[in-house]
């Protein structure tokens, strides 16, 4: 019996190979469709919430608050393995905070609606990871650090974009290829058993296209033909710059009303949230010298030791209403210091038990608050009140001696 096996000609080069990563199926990209919107929606709208809720908080962008950006710097900034660069950065604190929230808005609402989509969870993993690198990577167990989780949810999108439904992205490609008298650039899935029945080259196992190699999903000459675009998935050329200038127009047009609706936002949260200001705490009985143009702080412990326990500095210090800082000398940790009623110290180790930050004192709500991941502690125990942290603050016993000066025992 003769063999079907095609012959192949020594003469013909055979043209390279070209196989996706990990043998990914051919044209990955496009296959999300449904099975990510629930995805692309949850993270839409918990990136732009969190955008706005930066921009609605008076306190988000006041250095002088537990719960400011600057604050969330400087109190990861002891503990982040970029600490160097963060450190040089909080003088910029303002600024990369309004970047931030507005970066948040807009990547939120771009994921929401399916507008260049996978540029946006580019933008959303970017951003996650920078924030566990400096809020959550001491975050024990390492998953209850929401940062690390938010990381790996947007790089399925990043890899195989939004998906079709319920996109602008969609809606262009689909309006632009119209505009140009092509046709739709609809997908549809279906198996490569299929795709074998149909297609005129296959030969029993065997691709005649390919010379007789076997025939394989990874490198069907069919199925690689003609590479999409990333975003809006249509092979025309013209039709794919009237998509990118379809694309740009409704990015605009989004983005402007984005940041309309984030200028209203922190205006109404300013007016209803800001009437109370927030004090930032003093030294306790340290010399403080900020290094120019370095915006940064460098804090002499005056500590001495007596019979009274390790004196700290003046109880004058700490302000009724308010609180102080100053350094454990046992363990080098920062410790806070709060004089919430006349005459009455509260005192604890001020690292936080989540994942390391320095918890600050919030007048408002008196409480003792993180600004890294929101937990809150109570003033009088130390007990966590909510947030992720394990368990309460480690309680410090200072008292005021009859020189007027606090101590620690
Ligand atoms: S470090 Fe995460 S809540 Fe404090």
């Given at each position: ?14 043209a ?46 006041n ?16 503990i ?37 989509t ?20 001491h975050?024990s ?36 290829a119209?505009?140009e ?12 058993i ?40 249509v ?15 409704a990015?605009?047009?989004v ?31 340290a ?39 100053f ?24 690292v ?14 008196q ?43």
């Amino acid at each position: 019996m003769p063999s079907t096996r095609p012959v192949r000609s020594p003469s013909r080069a055979r043209a390279p190979e070209r196989r996706l990563p990990l043998n990914a199926p051919v044209r990955a990209w496009a296959m999300s469709e449904w099975a990510l919107l629930p995805l692309r929606v949850f993270l839409g709208v918990t990136f732009a919430y969190a955008g706005l809720q930066k921009l609605a908080n008076p306190n988000f962008l006041n250095a002088a608050s537990p719960v400011s950006i600057q604050s969330q710097m400087i109190a990861s900034a002891r503990i982040s393995p970029i600490h160097l660069i963060l450190s040089h950065l909080v003088q910029f604190a303002k600024p990369l905070g309004l970047v931030i929230a507005l970066g948040e808005v807009a990547i939120g609402v771009g994921t929401l609606v399916g507008l260049w989509t996978r540029a946006a969870a580019l933008g959303g993993a970017v951003l996650s990871f920078t924030l566990f690198l400096t809020v959550s990577f001491h975050a024990s167990p390492y998953f209850t650090g929401a940062d690390i989780v938010f990381f790996f949810a947007w790089l399925p999108l990043v890899l195989a974009g939004g998906g079709s439904r319920l996109s602008i992205d969609s809606w262009i490609a689909t309006r632009a290829a119209k505009m140009e008298g092509a046709p739709p650039p609809a997908l549809v899935a279906i198996p490569f058993i299929k795709v074998q029945q149909l297609c005129g080259h296959f030969n029993r196992g065997r691709c005649n296209a390919r010379e007789g190699l076997r025939c394989e999903a990874a490198v069907c000459p069919i199925l690689l033909g003609e590479r999409a675009p990333m975003v809006t998935r249509v092979t025309i050329d013209s039709v794919d710059r009237r998509s990118l200038v379809l694309g740009g127009a409704a990015a605009a047009m989004v983005g402007t009303t984005a940041a309309l609706m984030g200028g209203a936002v922190a205006a109404v949260g300013r007016a209803i949230g800001g009437a109370k200001p927030a004090v930032g705490p003093n030294q306790l009985g340290a010399t403080t010298t900020t290094a120019a143009g370095a915006g940064k702080t460098t804090t002499t412990t005056n500590a001495t030791t007596s019979a009274l326990g390790t004196k700290l500095g003046p109880a004058s210090d700490v302000p009724v209403g308010n609180a102080a800082t100053f350094s454990i000398p046992s363990s080098g940790d920062p410790g806070i210091v709060v004089q919430a009623v006349k005459g009455q110290f509260e005192a604890y180790d001020a690292v936080c038990p989540h994942a390391g930050c320095t918890v600050g004192y919030y007048a408002a709500n008196q409480v003792l608050a993180c600004p890294c991941h929101g937990s809150q502690f109570m003033l009088d125990t130390g007990a966590v009140i909510n947030g992720p942290a394990p368990h309460g603050l480690t309680k410090l016993n200072v008292t005021e001696g009859p020189d007027g000066n606090l101590y620690l025992k």
